[in-house]
């Protein structure tokens, strides 16, 4: 388990003591934490507890919606804050369509100029962006990036330690080009991140909550994480669920569960 | 409205008689029908009625679930349907996983060598197999084709009279690469059939009936129009939308309004 990372937002309604607390009770090494508890509970605390606890906070989620008004500032508060919890890495969802506009084109222009001007602050703070690629169902409201290799089009035009991607199985495992696409990611230093969780079948009635413990869903976890580890990756690896019934279960349950599926389904494969 | 055709999908409800009906009292000068209703009213009699009304039958839908058992005999069963309406292309839509399978890789092996199977029974019957890519969040159920440029990659490695494309806008609109595979679609002659309806926001409790009329959602019909003329296609155009309001609607009401949002947001874009 020495890779395995839980990522907040499986445990939604967690404080930061709380997230902390059932990640150490689990056994597991590190966290992946999100902003808005990291704020409620405060900065410089959340760093603190982590490190107490003996945890690495393996990411910060996350900042980007570059189409949205004030979008600079955020961005460049949160790679502050990614720094300051000693986190390696700040996740990035690129947002939808601008209010009122169809053009995907031009929003897909917006976003590599918006990581353009965030790079060089990212690279000072000795933090990596992560792009994460999103399903393309949800190209409209949340992602204007929907596969792996739009998302290195757009990293690899910038240094490799400012910006790199999000691999997360949940968005990407359908994609006929998606071991290749690792591959490119690995062979360019890009991978900044390995996200795990399963794709349920039906579709949540809100499809932002169609996620699932490794197992319960139709992806094959073997095939993407033996493309992960012969890509170089040797980083952290975080679940992270968005899941009602998953978060209306206590936390120390949930983080057990996850600890278990991560064994039989991921860790299983990261050695040959 | 010499090139626009109305799907029978988009009437869902409507028998052969009633569809073909709404699409001549709407002015519109072919139709798209469904196996099951042509099966209902009879092959020979749908063929009679449509050619009596003066409607050319654009295509027919549909065939595919190569996943499935029997898959073989349906298919051929569908291409002499095909035939016998004088409709120029079958659909095919290239069905999901397996029962219990994770294992897509293999699932579009299986697609490719099912199309290869079936590709000289369409040379000799002069229907044209039409790949259809539905959207990705459909993998794992109903279509392991998720992108037009993986519907190419089969459809290339055969007789392009017997083995096109769809180019339908809902399963594809999301794609980064979709311009440039629709003017390669067209270079290598594979458009078979070109569909049109919108995107829907947010996506419906059954995301299979996420469609709606032209211009209520967020696509942007006129890029990809202009890109399938570009592309060489002079076909026809079909309005296909599965959409339980509009289902629930009468069909001449329906079949005006997809004229109508045709006029506006497609045949708008067909000249230059």
Known sequence: MSRFSLNQATIKYATVPEAIAATVGAGIP??????????????????????????????????????????????????????????????????GLPEGSRDLVGARERVRDAIGELAP????????????ALHPMYVTDRAVVSTLGQALDIAEQFDARAVGVVVDTFHIFWDPAVLAQIARAGASGRIATYQVCDWNMPIAADP?????????????????TRAVVAAGYDGDIECEIFNQAIWDTDYATVAAATAERYREHVEAHLAD
């Open 121 to 132: 602050a990212a690279l000072a703070a000795g933090v990596t962006l992560s792009i994460e």
């Open 30 to 95: 590190a966290i992946g934490l999100w902003r808005e508890p990291v704020a409620e509970f405060g900065l410089e605390a959340s760093a603190a507890a982590a490190r107490d606890a003996g945890l690495r906070v393996s990411s910060l989620c996350r900042a980007g919606f570059f189409t949205k008004p004030g979008w600079r500032d955020d961005n460049l508060r949160a790679i502050e804050e990614t720094a300051a919890l000693g986190a390696p890495t700040l996740v990035l969802v690129a947002g």
């Open 208 to 224: 932002l909550l169609s996620r699932g413990y490794m197992g319960d869903g139709f992806i094959d976890f073997e095939s993407l």
